[in-house]
T-cell receptor
């Protein structure tokens, strides 16, 4: 079954430290890949998306993600965490063909310690 | 554009009552999605429409749930009768046709069934 896996439901980092949130998809055919962020009591906001134009994708708020076909991964990183980055992050995939379903991972709650 | 608009933002109802959630997608978007978010199950796709036609409703939990899209600018999700286990945040999202276009989410409706 087509799916997306986020390792680590909770990640805690210190302010200024590297943020790494993991995402793996299950498909031999690269899907369309997205990262969304959700702040408390709000909807989901797009951080970045993989367009196949480049394997390293830059998004908003200093986040970026690297598509690695050999590892079926699309991990999200940020060199230096800020307190305002505390939120829940969702990796999502949409597989091509007849389906247009956007399937979400279970989410990773990022805490940033002062 | 004002984005995807959902109403109400909060709904508290008694078990057995009918609940109707509303969504106005972004103008020009031809896909509309209804998601449910709970702590236990994360983000679940309930149903999606393309050009006002329901395409996949396999995520609708049971017959108590129904969704309609009478025109390109309006959709409803109805629960009748409601049960406490339906308590969740319900999101509507829309997107434009395209291979890697992202979905835009509304702010959600927090439903509490007591």
């Amino acid at each position: 079954a087509q799916s997306v896996t986020q390792l680590g439901s909770h990640v805690s980092v210190s302010e200024g430290a590297l943020v790494l949130l993991r995402c793996n998809y299950s498909s031999s055919v690269p899907p369309y890949l997205f990262w969304y962020v959700q702040y408390p009591n709000q909807g989901l906001q797009l951080l970045l998306k993989y367009t196949s134009a480049a394997t390293l994708v830059k998004g908003i708020n200093g986040f970026e993600a690297e598509f690695k076909k050999s590892e079926t991964s699309f991990h999200l990183t940020k060199p230096s965490a800020h307190m305002s980055d505390a939120a829940e992050y969702f990796c999502a995939v949409r597989y091509g063909g007849a389906t247009n379903k956007l399937i979400f991972g279970t989410g990773t709650l990022l805490a940033v310690q002062p | 554009d004002a984005g995807v608009i959902q109403s109400p933002r909060h709904e508290v109802t008694e078990m057995g009552q009918e609940v109707t959630l509303r969504c106005k997608p972004i103008s020009g978007h031809d896909y509309l999605f209804w998601y449910r978010q709970t702590m236990m199950r994360g983000l679940e796709l309930l149903i999606y429409f393309n050009n006002n036609v329901p395409i996949d409703d396999s995520g609708m939990p049971e017959d108590r749930f129904s969704a309609k899209m009478p025109n390109a600018s309006f959709s409803t999700l109805k629960i009748q009768p409601s049960e406490p286990r339906d308590s969740a945040v319900y999101f509507c999202a829309s997107r434009f046709t395209g291979s890697n276009t992202e979905a835009f989410f509304g702010q959600g409706t927090r439903l509490t069934v007591v």
